[in-house]
């Protein structure tokens, strides 16, 4: 992957239990990452600068961001670079709210979206993985045997299942 990582920005602090599922997975693929707490409302001079540096750091960002959720969107208006949005669960309304304003972009400014909390966190970490794993065989070597290991786990469930209930 030479230089480049992929960036983990979350609106607001409260976001990191939830994007740690993300980090994890990095981690487990040992793909070179960061993580920036960046808010697109509070501290849009440093939403700015981050998006229009992000081209010379990175390959991807994963963008987590609660409520109105503009994180994802305003980096994506701001570099050329895949921005993947997670949105964040929220007390009002559960996530719908963050998850809608990531999905609804303008015509334009594509931000792929998972879904809302922990399991979209864990998507968007892989889909970032896949994405950087066009120009790294290596990389994408390690996605073959992530997604082999989830099938083999749900072999071993489904033979412990037909077990219990004596149909083996």
Do not use: C, W
Request: neutral net charge; proline residues 5%.
């Amino acid at each position: 992957m030479a230089n480049k990582k992929i960036g983990i920005v979350m609106g607001s602090n409260s976001d990191l239990e939830t994007m740690k599922e993300a980090v994890n997975v990095l981690k487990e693929f040992e793909v070179d990452f960061d993580v920036n707490v960046i808010s697109a409302h509070r501290s849009p001079e440093r939403t700015h600068a981050y998006a229009v540096e992000a081209e010379k750091k990175y390959e991807v960002i994963v963008a987590a961001a609660g409520e109105a959720a503009h994180l994802a969107g305003v980096i994506a208006s701001l570099t050329p670079i895949p921005v993947i949005g997670v949105p964040m669960p929220t007390s009002g309304l559960g996530g719908l709210d963050s998850l809608l304003s990531m999905v609804q972009m303008p015509s334009g400014i594509p931000v792929p979206t998972m879904g809302i909390g922990k399991s979209g966190a864990v998507n968007a970490a892989i889909l970032a993985v896949q994405i950087v794993s066009v120009s790294d065989p290596k990389l994408r070597q390690k996605l073959v045997s992530y997604k082999k290991k989830l099938a083999d786990e749900v072999a071993k469930k489904d033979k412990e299942v037909r077990t219990e209930l004596g149909l083996l």
